[in-house]
């Protein structure tokens, strides 16, 4: 346990080291809320609900989504770098398991993000903008398990993407492509309820769905009961299938390094 | 007195570098209250070069020989103090003073990575406006002196280091500069390649005239082509002058080892300090200055029967080193 | 052996083919990979409009031609800053060095050294391809009039982002990483920009009009041509200025760029 507390603890120190990076992270995390305002301001005009929707329901959509996507972050690339520099093959000499490692340093990253990212983001957004409180504390706390989960739905999802690196040139395109389906499909850009009938049709087949929308819901209170329980175990079975798919991966892509010899 | 091409004076420069601090409190501290300390990198050098000289900078890390030779080359302005080369102020008449200076460094190359050597040869040509005629003399020459034709269009990423180091050198060289800087020119080669360097450098200083500059920490690169040496520390200029001179100011100690037949006991020599090696060996320091080599000899083999001798001077790595170690003083 | 050489032969050929493969795969991934980035505004835009229908008076075929002014401005201004874009690299790498050791100019060098086709492409191919389909719909009367104008404008347009970038660029002097930086300034405001900027409050408003200026990119000329009724909130004028700014702002953003690059002569990296 004690070589993967280290990785989190680097990553986040290495962090604080550019002040820039952090306070710039936040604006951006407030700017963008706010542009989000701005849109839905003219958008809903005078009416006060849309398809049942109230207007401080989309902005507590965006502040929540932006601001754990902002915390979220986790970089595609590191793996290819290792590979094409030649040092993932150190990794293997590692005593450490590289998957651990990698998940370690995002979660010191997160942690970081919490503290900088998120919190002083959510704070300027209450005072700015408005903030819908969860319906009960019960909410706010499964809303919190809740995004535990989306955020390891995200993971895995990094993780696939990394593991092509193996196979494919240029890590970036992918990453990049899967960027935009996680921030147009997540309703990160368009809160879900708008979306149109056919595309959720086609949403409700992804995991995208279940990385922020699902713990939102809970949080406003728009999903009751077993409602609730379903939605955690979709959520798990989400992460069970892309973990396998993952591992699946790496074992190949590994297979393929040892055979080939980078 | 011959105006000298290469002249500074009364240099200095210092650095503000931001103090880091370790643990996170002090961290968050130091993102609001940034603290700084002031590094002396150059403290008013003065010296002189002329034409056709190949002199070599030499000293500790961090002694303020790659500030000294930013400063020369005209990446970095001088705090105080003139410099004064080929004519021109290099920090303010930038692109005529390049013109004329080619600078190479040893662990940066300055071609395209993905493209052949001659692609790279050849946005050379045209960014230093090199007319055809001189272009296709240099490229014919250089490329002949130092063996190139066989990975002269093969992309620099698949050359040895040998390979890319002496391009580099040629890539300095095509636009037919007057002086030319080094940075670490044979760091990473092998014997062969350096000494393959260090013969190409005699050869263009000796044909051509150009005048050579060094930072280096291979002492031989620095026996073997240069005549003069200025050693620098901690910003100030220790030494200035050739080779042979500081041999014989500085390196007057001497070491005679022996082997003697049998186990003897010597009596003390003046100036002379007597050390036991193994077996029946002794060694002899002492000062060349102090005593006579000569009269020691005589002495020692009259004396005792002496089945082996060698002797040592020091190399000239010793002597800077006891130069930066001040062990040694310069007077 | 004969045997041998055949099969290496279809070995070679094999990899030869597979490695031209990959990296025309590479290629087309990443023009895919930018056009899918940047349509992200535009697909999101046409969805939430077909719940919406207009936002502050705007139809659909308005906000694509709104866009599309700041997609075709992009791709014509990659295709001579990318070296600008990517300058906080080259500081870090220490290759300024060795462009300052070359004869000839700074900005210069910096511009041709590079330039970045895909972006170019994938940019360009989505604002030309917005332009064809909503220049039509939205009652523009092309004429020599509107064309002159409209060329204009992207001049301006192009000038204005320059200008951005180059400010940037003279910042990788000052701070280590200004990728963040730039990345909040200019493209969040681009965001921004992609929007009639009369949703906006006063505040945001302010910022593309003054500071960051991507509303005379694309919201004020378009309003030229378009003559939306939000526009009566604006000085006439600001449908006029484009290029003269454009000019201004480069040659502002210039004067910093020198005084930048004597800091960095006096201080090293």
């Known amino acids: 346990m004690k070589p993967y507390i280290e990785f989190a603890r680097k990553t986040f120190i290495n962090k604080m080291v550019y002040k820039f990076d952090y306070v710039v992270g936040i604006f951006n995390t407030c700017l963008q809320i706010f542009i989000f305002w701005c849109i839905y301001k003219a958008l809903y005009g005078t009416s006060s609900k849309i398809d049942g929707i109230s207007f401080s329901m989309v902005t507590t959509n965006f502040i929540l989504c932006l601001g754990l996507s902002s915390t979220f972050q986790i970089n595609d690339l590191f793996v290819q770098e290792k590979v094409n520099d030649g040092s993932i093959a150190n990794e293997f000499l590692r005593p450490v398991n590289f998957k651990g490692r990698i998940l370690a340093e995002n979660i010191g990253s997160i942690i970081f993000g919490l503290i900088f990212n998120f919190i002083p983001a959510l704070f300027v957004a209450i005072i700015f903008v408005g903030i819908q409180s969860p319906v009960s504390s019960l909410a706010l706390l499964l809303f919190s398990a809740s995004a535990i989960l989306g955020f390891f739905i995200l993971w895995q999802i990094s993780f696939i993407v990394q593991m092509t690196s193996f196979w494919v040139i240029n890590v970036w395109s992918i990453s990049t492509i899967k960027n935009v389906f996680v921030n147009v499909l997540s309703g990160s850009m368009l809160p879900l309820w708008f979306m149109p009938r056919a595309v959720m049709g086609f949403i409700k087949f992804t995991p995208f769905a279940s990385i922020y929308f699902i713990p939102i819901r809970i949080y406003l209170g728009d999903m009751q009961g077993n409602d609730i329980l379903i939605n955690f175990l979709r959520q798990m079975l989400w992460i069970a299938i892309l973990y396998i798919i993952g591992e699946v991966m790496w074992r190949r892509g590994q297979k393929k390094l040892i055979v080939q010899g980078g | 007195m011959s105006k000298s091409l290469i002249e500074l004076n009364g240099i200095s420069k210092t650095f503000k570098i931001s103090k880091r601090s370790k643990g996170i409190p002090s961290m968050a501290l130091n993102l609001f209250h940034p603290k700084y300390e002031y590094k ?31 400063m020369l080359s005209g990446i970095l302005y001088p705090d105080s103090g003139h410099i004064n080369i080929n004519g021109f102020v290099p920090y303010k008449q930038r692109k005529e003073y390049v013109s004329n ?87 990473g080669l092998d014997v062969v390649g350096k000494e393959k360097i260090r013969d190409f450098i005699r050869y263009l200083n000796e044909t051509q005239g ?25 910003g100030d200029k220790l030494y200035d002058g050739n080779l042979i001179d500081i041999r014989e100011k500085y390196g007057t100690s001497r070491q005679l080892d022996i082997q003697f037949e049998s186990n003897i006991n010597i009596s003390p020599i003046e100036h002379v300090k007597v050390e036991q090696l193994d077996g029946l060996k002794k060694r002899f320091i002492f000062e060349n200055t102090k005593v006579h080599i000569h009269e020691l000899m005589s002495d020692l083999l009259t004396k005792y029967k002496v089945k082996d001798l060698s002797i040592t001077e020091p190399d000239i790595e010793t002597i800077i080193r006891q130069i930066y170690e001040g062990s040694i003083d310069i007077v | 052996m004969k045997n041998d050489t055949f099969s290496m032969f279809l070995y070679y050929t094999k990899s030869t083919i597979k490695s031209w493969f990959q990296y025309k795969i590479d290629a087309i991934l990443r023009s895919f990979a930018v056009f899918l980035r940047e349509a992200t505004g535009i697909i999101v835009i046409y969805l939430t409009l077909l719940k919406f229908n207009n936002i502050n008076g705007w139809n659909i075929d308005e906000m694509l031609f709104l866009f599309s002014l700041l997609f075709i401005t992009y791709g014509i201004l990659i295709i001579f800053f990318t070296g600008l874009r990517d300058f906080s690299r080259i500081i870090q790498n220490g290759d300024f060095d060795r462009i300052i050791l070359r004869p000839r100019g700074l900005l210069f060098q910096i511009i041709s050294i590079n330039s970045d086709w895909f972006a170019a492409i994938g940019h360009g191919f989505l604002g030309i391809t917005l332009f064809i389909v909503s220049a039509n719909n939205v009652g523009i009367v092309w004429n020599l009039k ?15 982002q320059g200008a951005i970038f180059l400010f940037f660029a003279s910042l990788s002097f000052y701070l280590i990483k200004t990728d963040n930086l730039r990345e909040m300034f200019y493209w969040n405001m681009r965001k921004f920009a992609g929007y009639p900027i009369s949703i906006y409050h006063k505040f945001i408003q302010w910022i593309l009009i003054f500071i960051v200026p991507f509303a005379f ?29 454009g000019i201004a702002l480069y040659l502002i953003s210039y004067g910093f760029w020198r005084y930048s690059v004597r800091y960095y002569k006096s201080t090293g990296n």
């Open chain 2, 210 to 234: 150009i005048t050579m500059i060094f930072t280096t920490h291979d002492m031989q690169d620095i026996e073997k082509t240069c005549n003069r040496l200025i050693i620098i520390d901690k």
């Open chain 3, 146 to 160: 509107t064309i002159i104008y409209y060329i204009f404008s992207v001049i301006g347009g192009v000038l204005i």
């Open chain 2, 40 to 70: 002396k990198a150059v403290k008013d050098i003065s010296f002189r070069i002329n034409e056709g000289e190949m002199v070599g900078f030499i000293g500790p890390n961090g002694a303020g020989k790659s500030t000294t030779i930013k």
């Open chain 3, 217 to 245: 990119v694309n919201y004020f000329p378009a309003q030229f041509l378009l003559r939306k009724p939000d526009m009566a909130a604006y000085p006439t004028i600001f449908m006029y200025v484009a290029p003269f700014l």
């Open chain 2, 101 to 187: 200076i080619g600078v190479v460094f040893g662990q940066k190359s300055q071609l395209s990575w993905d493209l052949p050597v001659i692609d790279s040869f050849e946005l050379i040509k045209h960014i230093y406006r090199i007319s055809d005629k001189k272009y296709e003399e240099n490229l014919e020459k250089f490329t002949e002196l130092l063996n190139m034709s066989d990975f002269i269009n093969q992309p620099v990423r698949q050359l040895s280091l040998g390979q890319r180091m002496r391009a580099d050198i040629v890539a300095a060289l095509l636009h037919s500069p007057k002086i030319v800087f080094f940075d670490e020119p044979t760091i």
